[in-house]
């Protein structure tokens, strides 16, 4: 077997491990969005009980958000918080490289996703924060993941790096 190179190595290790702190279910299409202490992810569904669920295998069946991304949000849009609700996203984790884990797979409580790509912000958020507040979230938006092994999550399970399935470019190097 060829020797790994040493930007594979490193894409390959990712020892830190997150944590849920925030579930959210949006059950209608620009509803409003209900926080729960658990739910279940299905092939089929997606986070059960959200609207945009997705079709199975789908690129979007659930979204991410990285907690510390908020406090830098926050800061530029002149605001002391944001809540996770008004953010729209269905899970928001900490103590991990959210971004890092586009097209990686992962364990987060009892189901496996794997990163599909980056999660734009919400046609909605100009509303919600004001003028200038799509260009402040891009880039600190999340990810879209699809569903690779049902199973339930809580607030509180953790978030665990599997592998990656991304390969390195020689401009990477």
Do not use: D, F, H
């Given at each position: 077997m060829a020797e790994l190179s040493s930007m594979q190595s490193m894409l390959r290790n990712m020892p830190q491990v997150g944590t849920i702190h925030w579930i959210g279910l949006r059950t209608a299409k620009k509803g409003?969005?209900?926080p729960v202490p658990r739910a279940m992810i299905t092939l089929d569904q997606g986070l059960v009980g959200d609207h945009f669920s997705g079709k199975p295998g789908a690129?979007?069946?659930?979204?991410?958000?990285?907690?510390e991304h908020f406090a830098v949000m926050a800061s530029m849009l002149g605001v002391s918080e944001i809540l996770p609700e008004l953010f729209?996203?269905?899970?928001?984790?900490?103590?991990?490289?959210?971004?890092?884990?586009r097209d990686c797979q992962f364990q987060i409580g009892d189901?496996?996703?794997?990163?599909?790509?980056?999660?734009?912000?919400?046609s909605m958020i100009e509303k919600t924060f004001g003028p200038g507040a799509y260009n402040i979230s891009r880039g600190h938006s999340g990810i879209t993941a699809r569903v690779i092994k049902a199973g339930e999550i809580w607030v509180g399970c953790r978030v665990k790096f599997l592998?990656?399935?991304?390969?390195?470019?020689s401009d990477d190097e």
């Open positions: 409003s969005v209900t690129k979007r069946q659930v979204t991410l958000i990285q907690q729209r996203r269905n899970i928001v984790i900490s103590g991990i490289n959210l971004n890092a884990m189901a496996i996703l794997e990163g599909s790509g980056p999660c734009a912000p919400c592998s990656s399935n991304y390969l390195p470019t």
